[in-house]
T-cell receptor, first 114, second 114 residues
């Protein structure tokens, strides 16, 4: 157990729907990062939050949004889902607002859009 | 822009043989380099990291990697492969000035033959 908790582990939904993925960072970590892992794109950085504030944005679609709450858990919202959004979504956390020392990853949420 | 290239999407070695997974990076500033391992249906786990200290970095499970600036390489090695080493391995890079967070390679799947 890495200490980063992601729920749900699996999610199957239809095209056009909206889902919310949840992440609780490791105790003491203030930064949360979201990554998407797909067969054709590999691991892609989506977005980072630090202590409730957005700090960096990567290849995140406009249909996707995220936030970090005062208790430091984070949610990734995916809307108007398309078949191509099917992927593993990972949350990772780190203590500070830096990725220089690596992340701790959760076990991921596998999203299947049908 | 930074990037990593992992040579060989699939490597197969016999149990007890040397493991060598190749990674070359591209970075215009001093890089911070990582190797992560992903076991089936799990998240990524940090194996080791190079953060500009010693060029030979030792990690968990008997793995090590050597930073070679002249060759822009950060290859991962293990003297004797074990069946439990079968997994996907990712090389990754970031830097102090990186705005796009940790960039991951496409991964190398390591298979171990009995």
């Amino acid at each position: 157990d890495s200490g980063v908790t992601q729920t749900p582990k699996h999610l199957i939904t239809a095209t056009g729907q909206r889902v919310t993925l949840r992440c609780s960072p490791r105790s003491g970590d203030l930064s949360v990062y979201w990554y998407q892992q797909s067969l054709d794109q590999g691991l892609q950085f989506l977005i980072q939050y630090y202590n409730g504030e957005e700090r960096a944005k990567g290849n995140i679609l406009e249909r996707f949004s995220a936030q970090q709450f005062p208790d430091l858990h984070s949610e990734l919202n995916l809307s108007s889902l398309e078949l191509g959004d099917s992927a593993l979504y990972f949350c990772a956390s780190s203590v500070e607002n830096t990725d220089l020392y690596g992340y701790t990853f959760g076990s991921g949420t596998r999203l299947t859009v049908v | 822009a930074q990037s990593v290239t992992q040579l060989g999407s699939h490597v197969s070695v016999s149990e007890g043989a040397l493991v060598l997974l190749r990674c070359n990076y591209s970075s215009s500033v001093p890089p911070y380099l990582f190797w992560y391992v992903q076991y089936p249906n799990q998240g990524l786990q940090l194996l080791l990291k190079y953060t500009s200290a010693a060029t030979l970095v030792k990690g968990i499970n008997g793995f090590e990697a050597e930073f070679k600036k002249s060759e822009t390489s950060f290859h991962l090695t293990k003297p004797s492969a074990h069946m439990s080493d079968a997994a996907e391995y990712f090389c990754a890079v970031t830097s102090y000035s990186s705005a796009s967070k940790i960039i991951f390679g496409s991964g190398t799947r390591l298979s171990i033959r009995p």
